[in-house]
């Protein structure tokens, strides 16, 4: 009863907070000033989402081989220990992270997308580990029972049933990515960073908000998409949003 109240009270509370949140901005002058930098917002996000979907495209296709060949049974004893290698791009600040970047491969869009996915990939290699290690062990001798050979095991049981899990660290490593790669204009990668710095530098607090409101909004889009595909891929019974 008073879940379904909070349900019922959820959505006018957050019209009635949008608005009243447009009105202050539109009385106080961010709307339009915003309107303003419309086409460089517009361009910049394009640079913004190629910058995220290549650091982040990267870092699924290595993060997540790299968490299934970690968590073969031959390697787990050593697993934690090579963890730790995925883990200094978490560890070494993001900044200092893309200026070791560019040290070694120069000022531009692709020093920004090696130091991204340097930094956004240990969570997607950290839950593969963890969701295919953490798979039921009767499940699996069930599995060997039946007399299914280890591909099967693997593609059958172990992935269907580690994959939340899987989508769970992706998602993690794509808001961490959106959030990080304003810091890509820095070294000369463009995106919405440059409205933001810019704006900081100039004591610009429109011009600032107008490169950090479109990234706060792009990594809710981000999530609310990955959220979905979750939500379709993940096999019901195992995806507890689905039960």
Not at 54 to 64: D, P
Not at 124 to 144: C, K
Not at 223 to 229: I, L, N, P, S, T
Request: some cysteine; proline content about 6%; glycine content about 10%.
């Amino acid at each position: 009863m008073i879940t379904a109240t909070f349900s019922g009270l959820f959505r006018p509370t957050c019209l009635v907070a949008a608005f009243l949140l447009g009105s202050w901005a539109w009385a106080s002058g961010f709307l339009p000033g915003l309107w303003l930098y419309q086409e460089d917002i517009s361009y910049l996000a394009v640079k913004h989402i190629e910058l995220v979907a290549w650091a982040g495209g990267l870092a699924i296709l290595v993060g997540i081989p790299a968490g299934i060949l970690l968590a073969r049974p031959q390697l787990r004893h050593v697993a934690e220990y090579l963890l730790q290698i995925f883990n200094l791009g978490t560890t070494i600040p993001t900044l200092a992270v893309l200026a070791l970047s560019m040290s070694l491969l120069g000022i531009g869009i692709l020093p920004a997308i090696f130091g991204l996915w340097v930094a956004t990939m240990l969570p997607i290699v950290r839950n593969s580990y963890t969701g295919l290690v953490s798979v039921s062990g009767p499940l699996m001798e069930t599995a060997r029972g039946m007399g299914m050979t280890p591909r099967q095991i693997f593609w059958q049981v172990e992935l269907p049933n580690a994959s939340f899990v899987i989508f769970a660290g992706i998602r993690t490593a794509l808001a961490i990515c959106v959030g990080t790669a304003p810091l890509a204009f820095l070294i000369g990668a463009g995106g919405l960073g440059e409205l933001i710095f810019t704006g900081i530098a100039l004591n610009d607090l429109t011009m600032m908000i107008a490169g950090a409101l479109p990234t706060a909004i792009l990594a809710v889009i981000t999530d609310f998409v990955m959220g979905r595909v979750q939500f379709f891929a993940v096999p019901r019974g195992i995806n507890p949003l689905r039960n």
